[in-house]
């Protein structure tokens, strides 16, 4: 019924910037917030950055002044823009979406992942 498409990660040397984007389809009815999570090998999937529909906005500290989340909520469009990346900034990044179908069910939806690494 819903599926999210992540798009955007890749390889990138440390002090670099990467954008990703995850879009929302199917029978959806209105979207309440959106994020970012991520995982990196051998650690558990930490909080990056939540958006409402309000546009009202949460960053882990660790990602503060760096990352900015924004969204288009005509486009169903979660996007994460990365700057002054870091080594430790290497996981794969998942969005989600706390959204309401047309059928009237309220349900968290991931997409599938995308891939991160910064590197030298």
């Known amino acids: 019924q819903v599926q999210l498409v992540e798009s955007g990660g890749g390889l990138v040397q440390p002090g670099g910037s990467l954008r990703l984007s995850c879009a929302a389809h199917?029978?959806?009815?209105?979207?309440?917030?959106m994020g970012w999570y991520r995982q990196a090998p051998g650690k558990q999937r930490e909080l990056v950055a939540i958006?409402?529909?309000?546009?009202?906005?949460t960053y882990a500290d660790s990602v503060k002044g760096r990352f900015t989340i924004s969204r288009d909520n005509a486009k169903n469009t979660v996007y994460l823009q990365m700057n002054s990346l870091k080594p430790e900034d290497t996981a794969v990044y998942y969005c989600?979406?706390?959204?309401?179908?047309?059928?009237?069910?309220?349900?968290?939806?991931w997409g599938q992942g995308t891939q991160v690494t910064v590197s030298s």
């Open positions: 989600y979406a706390d959204l309401r179908l047309i059928a009237g069910d309220w349900g968290v939806y």
């Open positions: 199917g029978s959806i009815f209105n979207i309440n917030a």
């Open positions: 958006i409402t529909s309000s546009s009202s906005t």
